[in-house]
């Protein structure tokens, strides 16, 4: 028995806690997480909302099992992350305790509810409960010797072919709201390590379209690398661990990133639910996917690509692919003539351009009011000449309503070229046209730039990312700007999210801002409050500045911290009383 101590820390964040529909006696369960790799062992986290016996029912009961081996010694410890990363309500087993596979050791009293759900203590972060475990495992015992298949995933060492085995559980099947055409995504796993690749599962409670919404469709979906050849198989697992109603494929498929693959009609939705079928066990609808991956391949291997825009390195012309995304299409707020105004873009090095698209969801004037107008705009240098064409993404990432402009323009800055009618609004409002996907509109704008003209040939600071070539250091200006902002519908605790922005390349980092119109919590509900949120890696050391632009250009309302912060991933720091919202 070896003597060495596996440390681990697992965060495990649960969204609209307060909404949860776990009774007294019922668990949510984390995903499964693998610590180690010769001593491997597999674990858990348990939360039960409404606490594991009717002596905690007023508190929230937390507990870590493990999955495997058979038997642990442990040291751990919970304690809640607030809005600042901060651990609170810290709760400490001191001694090692001998742990059995699926059992669990943990608190049945944690946190009171009532003292969770009150705001004012600042545990839940916009209705999300977040749980840090640290783990110290002292000894792992099996007492089965024999390889055994991992609980969530499993891949051999073999570099032809990768064998994976993901199940996932979904709570309270039988009261989902999705919609046909919605999915539920599962957590991502990942398998493999020198040829790594990630996955996820889509499962459609009423089915995908108009021709399955009479059954649950379900989609093992590629999320790294660009493709995949692979054989999968799916199954419904019963309250016996009986693998039922197993569909696969014989020949192997190949996968697209982002495109999911599987079975549209996978099982018929009231014989599912009809409970002498016993395939739902307490309404939990436990799904067993199996893949054996026989070839992965990435369409840019050794290369990061920017995680908005493609470009070349050539000198004398410029290519560039943009996509950009507007959720919720359909409950725009803007008038004829007001516009959406897409993150900024930055295309090229030695001669670099700035750029971003305008949106109009009712048109840019009286005459295009039942159209879709989209433009690009330059933004710097002063004068470009470039040729670019429009397109609608739909469900399968295919090219829909392609408008080209085939002359060159001469753009100048500030300035947008496009079209004043792209798409007729009830068009493309129209479900079975197939150009909105869950409401949202994705545009791809493909531009070639032949020429770039300064009339000022200082160097000047991006506009949205500037970012150092050192090693130890990254330094970034983003501006986002919202639109109608006094109609903003966010109460108190709700955030507006900017779109994500990367930093660097060698090493690369991802952010948004968070922003809260009406506070982040009662004692901030008269103000504004911003925040600065790491995205990747899964920590960082940064100091930051905000300010508002006005009209002018000019910066006003300057707040900054003058020592580095620790930034962990997902949890945003700034200012909860950045400026008070009726000054």
């Given at each position: 028995m070896e003597s060495k101590i596996n440390k681990f820390n697992y965060i495990c964040s649960i969204p609209n806690f307060s909404l949860r529909p776990e009774k007294t006696g019922e668990k949510i369960m984390s995903s499964t997480f693998v610590i180690g790799s010769e001593e491997r062992s597999e674990w858990s986290i348990w939360v039960y909302p409404n606490g594991n016996k009717e002596k905690s029912k007023e508190y929230v009961s937390v507990y870590l099992a493990l999955l495997k081996p058979d038997k642990?010694?442990?040291?751990?410890?919970?304690?809640?992350?607030?809005?600042?990363?901060?651990?609170?309500?810290?709760?400490?087993?001191?001694?090692?305790?001998?742990?059995?596979?699926?059992?669990?050791?943990?608190?049945?009293?944690?946190?009171?509810?009532?003292?969770?759900?009150?705001?004012?203590?600042?545990?839940?972060?916009?209705?999300?409960?977040?749980?840090?475990?640290?783990?110290?495992?002292?000894?792992?015992?099996?007492?089965?010797?024999?390889?055994?298949?991992s609980y969530d995933v499993f891949y051999t060492n073999r570099t032809?072919?990768?064998?994976?085995?993901?199940?996932?559980?979904?709570?309270?099947?039988?009261?989902?709201?999705?919609?046909?055409?919605?999915?539920?995504?599962?957590?991502?796993?990942?398998v493999g390590s020198e040829e790594r690749s990630e996955w996820c599962l889509h499962i459609c409670p009423n089915g995908q379209d108009k021709y399955s919404k009479e059954y649950i469709s379900v989609y093992l979906t590629l999320l790294k690398p660009d493709?995949?050849?692979?054989?999968?198989?799916?199954?419904?697992?019963?309250?016996?661990?009986?693998?039922?109603?197993?569909?696969?494929?014989?020949?192997?498929?190949?996968?697209?990133?982002?495109?999911?693959?599987?079975?549209?009609?996978?099982?018929?939705?009231?014989?599912?639910?009809?409970?002498?079928?016993?395939?739902?066990?307490?309404?939990?609808?436990?799904?067993?996917?199996?893949?054996?991956?026989?070839?992965?391949?990435?369409?840019?291997?050794?290369?990061?690509?920017?995680?908005?825009?493609?470009?070349?390195?050539?000198?004398?012309?410029?290519?560039?692919?943009?996509?950009?995304?507007?959720?919720?299409?359909?409950?725009?707020?803007?008038?004829?003539?007001?516009?959406?105004?897409?993150?900024?873009?930055?295309?090229?090095?030695?001669?670099?351009?700035?750029?971003?698209?305008?949106?109009?969801?009712?048109?840019?004037?009286?005459?295009?009011?039942?159209?879709?107008?989209?433009?690009?705009?330059?933004?710097?240098?002063?004068?470009?000449?470039?040729?670019?064409?429009?397109?609608?993404?739909?469900?399968?990432?295919?090219?829909?309503?392609t408008r080209i402009a085939y002359n060159i323009i001469d753009q100048n800055k500030e300035y947008g070229w496009g079209f004043t009618k792209y798409v007729k609004k009830n068009f493309l409002l129209d479900k079975s046209n197939g150009l909105l996907v869950n409401d949202k509109l994705t545009i791809l704008c493909e531009t070639e730039i032949f020429e770039l003209i300064s009339e000022n040939h200082e160097i000047s600071i991006p506009y949205d990312v500037l970012y150092t070539s050192q090693t130890n250091v990254n330094n970034f200006k983003?501006?986002?700007?919202?639109?109608?902002?006094?109609?903003?519908?966010?109460?108190?605790?709700?955030?507006?999210?900017?779109?994500?922005?990367?930093?660097?390349?060698?090493?690369?980092?991802?952010?948004?801002?968070?922003?809260?119109?009406?506070?982040?919590?009662?004692?901030s509900k008269e103000y504004i409050s911003v925040y600065l949120t790491l995205l990747k890696p899964d920590k960082a050391k940064a100091k930051y500045r905000f300010s508002i632009l006005n009209d002018n250009k000019e910066e006003k309302n300057v707040k900054f911290v003058t020592e580095s912060k620790d930034f962990v991933k997902d949890i945003g720091l700034g200012f909860s009383q950045f400026v008070k919202k009726v000054f």
């Open positions: 642990a010694k442990i040291k751990h410890r919970f304690s809640i992350l607030n809005d600042m990363g901060e651990e609170k309500n810290i709760l400490i087993v001191k001694n090692v305790i001998d742990l059995d596979k699926e059992n669990g050791r943990g608190f049945p009293k944690f946190v009171k509810r009532d003292f969770l759900l009150d705001e004012s203590n600042g545990l839940l972060v916009n209705d999300k409960l977040t749980i840090l475990c640290e783990g110290e495992i002292v000894e792992l015992k099996s007492e089965n010797r024999e390889n055994s298949i032809d072919v990768n064998h994976l085995k993901y199940i996932y559980t979904v709570e309270n099947f039988s009261l989902r709201p999705e919609k046909t055409g919605e999915k539920i995504i599962s957590p991502t796993f990942v493709k995949a050849k692979a054989k999968y198989r799916f199954s419904i697992l019963n309250d016996k661990k009986e693998e039922k109603h197993v569909k696969f494929v014989t020949e192997s498929e190949d996968f697209v990133k982002d495109i999911g693959l599987g079975f549209s009609q996978f099982v018929k939705k009231v014989f599912l639910l009809d409970r002498s079928n016993s395939l739902l066990f307490n309404d939990k609808l436990t799904i067993v996917c199996e893949a054996e991956i026989i070839k992965l391949e990435s369409e840019n291997p050794g290369n990061i690509k920017s995680y908005d825009v493609l470009y070349t390195s050539q000198t004398d012309v410029n290519n560039f692919k943009y996509e950009y995304t507007i959720q919720n299409f359909s409950l725009r707020p803007e008038k004829t003539g007001e516009k959406i105004i897409s993150p900024t873009f930055v295309v090229g090095s030695e001669e670099r351009s700035e750029w971003h698209l305008w949106v109009y969801p009712n048109g840019d004037e009286e005459e295009s009011k039942e159209y879709v107008s989209v433009y690009l705009a330059l933004l710097k240098p002063d004068k470009a000449k470039i040729k670019f064409g429009f397109s609608i993404l739909n469900d399968n990432e295919k090219k829909n309503n983003y501006e986002y700007t919202i639109q109608n902002f006094s109609l903003r519908p966010e109460k108190t605790g709700e955030k507006i999210i900017s779109p994500t922005f990367v930093v660097g390349s060698e090493e690369r980092s991802e952010w948004c801002l968070h922003i809260c119109p009406n506070g982040q919590d009662e004692d």
